[in-house]
């Protein structure tokens, strides 16, 4: 680990963010432009994310399959709108096993056109429907400008996609999956999203409408952090997924995709983060309590591993990891254990087990407000709710920051200064030429229109035309 102290969020963040992942060691940059190798560490948080949400899915009914890396590009040029949204991101195969294919293929950018194909093949009658899918698996998009997590050329997600008799019912998939997405944000990454409906300039290539979940980041710029799309007929038209209704009538399917990435764990850095280093919510943190044991010969060593093993029987039941390094000092492991976001530490030293207690040191807060002594005898009935009360003050927390960046501005010229450093939270008439204007100016784009708007009508805060509904302006990652 370096001891080079990192720069400060204020000063960089953009360079905390990346010297953090990388010191952390979540992830690194490999040989190849713009892709990254998530290491053990930042994979362990991928697992974790990925439990929490399958668990979700299987509950709302999905199961899971896997479909193939390549795509026939004849499959992409089927549905127009698609292929043009994709077509600068796409990775081409036009050489396999040293000749010429007939065909170039795709290496997937997302699977909507691979799986409609199938869909086509597996469904025949309304009963056989809805198909609920969910894929777990890697897709390739050729961007020009990558970071770590945010935005590579390979990344690793998550995409459902279900086929619908109806488009009520399609309709009502879309948002439910955004729901899931929502609760699993909140619930388990304590990261406050606002769910909303995307506008028509920044929705998904293809779809009718596109939901999203955004977030704002601990340098107020908003991160999409997950999807949900609503395709109404057109996959279904361009790969003829049809079923017979039960007048024996032949309708095509209603289908949506929604999906999350590896981008989220870049949403948990920003969010949490702080100038020591990561800040890992305790449902997801791939370890959860560090056990550091403090002594400074044999004899109170024997003494504080003994109170050590008293300590590992108790914490059987969550992710920890007893530090026995004998070539660093305690503070060098207090450091380390911080930079990697650890939500609790406990510190064990001669006089705590002369005590009959542990150390506490909560990472979300510094120095001493973070500590405390727990009884040694009480420590299995209690840090489960020390680890929840730390959950709970990181959600709060976020929320708070979220909150005290969101403003209200009275016109256009406030707007613009706005969202320098924040996100507006303003009227707007729904006009691709208002939004175009905002992004010229000041490089903000509508984020979402919430789900739960305010009542009544207002003036766009662009032209001054009547306006139905508020949208977030902000700039973005």
Known sequence: MSTEKLPTRSENFSEWYNQVIQRAEMADYAPVRGCMVVRPYGWALWENIQQALDKRFKATGHVNAAFPLFIPMSFLEKEK??????????AVVTIGGGEKLE???????????????????????????PVLI?????????????R???RTLEFYWQEGHTAHATAEEAVEETVRMLNVYTDFAINEAAVPVIPGKKSETEKFAGAVDSYTIEAMMGDTRALQAGTSHFLGQNFARAFEIQYLDPNNSLQYCWTTSWGLSTRFIGAIIMTHGDDQGLILPPRLAPIQIVVVPIYKNDQEQSKVFAAVQQVEKQLSAWRFKVDLRTEVTPGFKFNDWELRGVPLRIEIGPKDVDHGVV??????????AGKST???????????NVLDEIQAALLERATHFRDEHIFDPNNYEELKEVVQNGWAFSWWCGSAECEAR??????????CMPLDQPEGKGTCIVCGKPAQRKVYFARAY
Do not use: C
């Not at 709108?81 to 796409?90: A, K, W």
């Not at 990472?363 to 001493?368: D, I, Q, V, Y």
């Not at 727990?374 to 489960?384: A, C, K, R, T, W």
């Open 81 to 90: 709108q698609h292929v043009e949204g994709f077509s600068p991101e796409l």
């Open 103 to 129: 065909e170039p293929l795709v290496v997937r950018p997302t699977s909507e056109t691979i799986i409609g194909y199938m869909y086509s093949k597996w469904i025949k009658s309304y009963r056989d429907l």
């Open 134 to 146: 969910n894929q777990w698996g890697n897709v390739v998009r050729w961007e020009m400008r990558t």
């Open 148 to 150: 770590l997590f945010l």
């Open 359 to 368: 150390t506490l040191a909560r990472r979300h807060l510094p120095g001493k």
């Open 374 to 384: 727990l009884p040694v005898d009480q420590l299995s009935i209690q840090i489960g």
């Open 438 to 447: 905002v992004k010229e100016d000041t490089k903000a784009t509508t984020r």
